[in-house]
């Protein structure tokens, strides 16, 4: 069981605007520790999507972004395209356990 | 350009070992963390923990201490993960990741490997 929780999946048409939620505690997003998001697509390695709770690498487009508010944080797909079809991971610090965990992963669909 | 280029699938029996190897290069292999990442079929990711390799020391997430092992070889810019005494529950892909900040526990993992499916079945 994951310190972070995201709701299993989120669906939106293209061109449609979804949110992604993190869910932590006071222990973690609470406690201030940054929070990064993943991107996996079918059958490959994850990819940094955001990083610092709401900094995009270099070649992630702005129709990503990321906030961090009291205990959860968010991922905006704003303009949603087919290609965004994956599945994502929030992840962050907890210091309760000493250790970084990711979060249960969220399948986004487009419609 | 970084690479992380991890090594092939493996088949093993319970009870047996595998050491799974991930050559860094494009960058110098001492100035990042090295984490190990696990993903099982159809399931999501676990942070199994993440090496200093400069200093060697391993720091392990809960259920991955003991029977999992993180080693380096700096030589080759090489890091290493042993499963010792495997389980039909350690099949899983097994990913390197090249980590920011995790002495500050503010860490984000920039650059994957291709990662490495270990399936253990008798």
């Not at chain 1, 797909?77 to 962050?92: F, H, N, P, R």
Request: with cysteine.
């Amino acid at each position: 069981q994951s310190v972070l929780t995201q709701p299993p999946s989120v669906s939106g048409a293209p061109g449609q605007s979804v949110a992604i939620f993190c869910n932590g505690s006071s222990s973690n997003i609470g406690a201030y520790y940054d929070v990064q998001w993943y991107q996996q697509l079918p059958g490959t390695a994850p990819k940094l999507l955001m990083y610092g709770n709401g900094n995009r690498p270099s070649g992630v487009p702005d129709r990503f972004s990321g906030s961090r508010y009291g205990t959860s944080a968010s991922l905006a797909i704003t303009g949603l395209q087919v290609e965004d079809e994956a599945d994502y991971y929030c992840q962050s610090y907890d210091n309760s356990l000493g250790v970084y965990f990711f979060g249960s992963g969220t399948r986004v669909t487009v419609l | 350009q970084v690479q992380l280029v991890q090594s092939g699938s493996e088949l093993k029996k319970p009870g047996a070992s595998v050491k799974v190897s991930c050559k860094a290069s494009g960058y110098t292999f001492t100035d990042h963390a090295m984490n190990w990442v696990r993903q099982a079929p159809g399931q999501g990711l676990e942070w199994m923990g993440w090496i200093h390799t400069e200093t060697g020391n391993a720091t392990y997430a809960q259920g991955f201490s003991g029977l999992f092992v993180f080693s380096l070889d700096t030589s080759v810019s090489t890091a290493y993960l042993e499963i010792r005494n495997l389980k039909p529950a350690d099949t899983a892909v097994y990913y390197c990741v090249r980590g920011h900040g995790c002495s500050f526990k503010k860490c984000y993992l920039d650059y994957w490997g291709q990662g490495s499916l270990v399936t253990v079945s008798s």
